[in-house]
Nanobody
Framework: QVQLMESGGGLVQPGGSLRLSCAASGSTFRVDAMGWYRQAPGKQRELVATITRGGSTNYADSVKGRFTISRDNAKNTLYLEMNSLNPEDTAVYYC??????????WGQGTQVTVSS
């Protein structure tokens, strides 16, 4: 069992930066991958980025070069550094963890709004 606590969402101007954090607790030693998804109103939830325990990363084409996913295994914390934000990045961002390759756990979501 894994619990995920997200933080860092908020309002930012276009072109600005924001860092999201996701603190994991519970049986974190059995988490083999983590990632970020996002969902805008009226749209389906989509993959933003993923990272394995070994550090392999994967990004959606829409965020490559602007977003960076990282993971501090010692702190059991996942990060998403977001740069050059635009209004199209506005969404609820969700943290997820894959546990033992068989179960998925989700955070509560944090709102990111990019607006002038």
């Amino acid at each position: 069992q894994v619990q995920l606590m997200e933080s860092g969402g908020g309002l930012v101007q276009p072109g600005g930066s924001l860092r999201l954090s996701c603190a994991a607790s519970g049986s974190t030693f059995r988490v083999d991958a983590m990632g970020w998804y996002r969902q805008a109103p009226g749209k389906q939830r989509e993959l933003v980025a993923t990272i394995t325990r070994g550090g392999s990363t994967n990004y959606a084409d829409s965020v490559k070069g602007r977003f960076t996913i990282s993971r501090d295994n010692a702190k059991n914390t996942l990060y998403l550094e977001m740069n050059s934000l635009n209004p199209e990045d506005t969404a609820v961002y969700y943290c997820y963890a894959r546990w033992s390759g068989i179960s998925n756990y989700w955070g509560q979501g944090t709102q990111v709004t990019v607006s002038s």
